[in-house]
């Protein structure tokens, strides 16, 4: 490898999965971290203190499909110096540990990356406006499907009249995620990041337009890097301040991912994050008499008798749906796009073809 500065790559996080991925390798290339994308161009960190330009290569290009074949913020992946400029080129994007995706907004069927090979997702909240059980069980149905560790941070927590028993109502809600909270003026006793933010570790933080996740990460980068700006006055809702996903070293020694803040998180294909999140949910439908039970009037329902009882909470059971159907949705809108990229794929190489085939006619 180009990089032999070890104190780098361990406090990067490169580790031996990694390191097996090593085989066939262009004797100039060597290992680098996607710390920001900006418009088809990518920073990647090189060294402790150097970071530089790069770009993709054209095998990468041609041989993508979709969004996820290329670089995305968080990505470990293999580099050569460029013969053109002082730019680096990238030549492999490296197997991910955790995927950290959303459907992107709109219409599309496409995915967006939001970040990769991350440990923890920091999901923000605060609770004097944008506390929102069914938005929160959105956030943990993306995170457990990424197979990282979900953490809830409850910002602004100075503005509640009882901090205590909304902490109560969070973790009663979601038992077995960490709740911490958070106001602008106890960051510096908010000694849990210590145990989170370890060398060699990566986190993201995540959530809505103006929760404070921009004050957060510039307590946590020890820097005033990232503009911030309150929460508009009349109805609460955040103002995009984040415009970009960025890498940063924390104060903790651990890496730090910004994100922009969320209006609409849509999920894609999510089924296991959700089937997670919602066990309580599924266990209880494995109870019904029929396999292909619609829970809707058949004998035997177990999730009937929930709902009537209380054990199954009608909102719970409504947005177990509601995620499902998403998910569902999406799963056919890219099955579309994927059959009709193939169909385009396959019709050029006919093309191509023929086009051969002609020429060697009229040699």
């Known amino acids: 490898m180009h990089s032999s500065d070890k104190e780098f790559l361990i406090q990067f996080g490169w580790d031996d999965f990694f390191e097996s991925q090593l085989t066939n390798l262009s004797p100039n290339s060597f290992p680098a971290r996607v710390i920001c994308e900006e418009r088809n161009l990518y920073r990647a960190q090189v060294g402790l203190n150097q970071v530089l330009l790069a770009t993709i290569s054209g095998k990468i290009q041609h041989s993508a499909a979709t969004r996820v074949d290329y670089p995305a913020v968080g990505d470990w992946v293999m580099v050569e110096p460029s013969s053109q400029s002082d730019r680096v080129v990238i030549n492999q994007v490296l197997q991910r540990k955790t995927i950290v995706q959303r459907k992107q907004a709109g219409l599309t069927s496409d995915i967006q990356i939001l970040s990769t090979n991350v440990d923890q997702i920091f999901i923000t909240s605060a609770v004097n406006y944008d ?70 570790t990566t986190s993201v933080v995540m959530g ?58 849509q999920l894609s294909d999510h089924s296991e994050g959700i089937s997670s999140q919602f066990s309580d949910v599924e266990e209880i439908m494995e109870r019904c ?75």
């Open 131 to 200: 506390l929102n059980y069914r938005r929160i069980e959105r956030y943990l149905a993306m995170a457990r499907d990424s197979s990282a560790t979900p953490v809830i941070l409850l910002t602004k927590a100075d503005t509640a009249e009882d901090i205590e028993q909304v902490v109560a109502g969070v973790q009663n809600e979601f038992p077995g995620v960490n709740v911490h909270t958070l106001s602008k003026e106890n960051f510096a006793s908010a000694e849990f990041f210590k145990d989170y933010l370890k060398k060699g």
């Open 289 to 363: 008499r029929f396999s292909d039970c619609l829970h809707v009037t058949e004998p035997g329902c177990a999730v009937i008798k929930g709902l009537a009882d209380g054990s199954l909470p009608s909102d719970r059971w409504q947005n177990y749906q509601k995620l499902q159907a998403e998910v569902r949705n999406g799963q056919r809108k890219q099955e579309k796009s994927l059959a009709a990229e193939d169909r385009k794929t396959w019709k050029k190489k006919s093309d191509d073809s023929r086009e051969r085939d002609r020429t060697k006619k009229r040699n």
């Open 208 to 265: 809505s337009s103006g929760v404070g996740k921009s004050t957060l990460v510039n307590y946590l980068i020890d820097s005033d890097e990232i503009k911030t700006q309150t929460a508009r006055g009349d109805d609460y809702k955040g103002r995009h301040t984040t415009t970009s996903r960025n890498l940063y070293v924390s104060r903790f020694g651990g890496l730090i991912i910004d994100t922009p803040g969320m209006r609409e998180l």
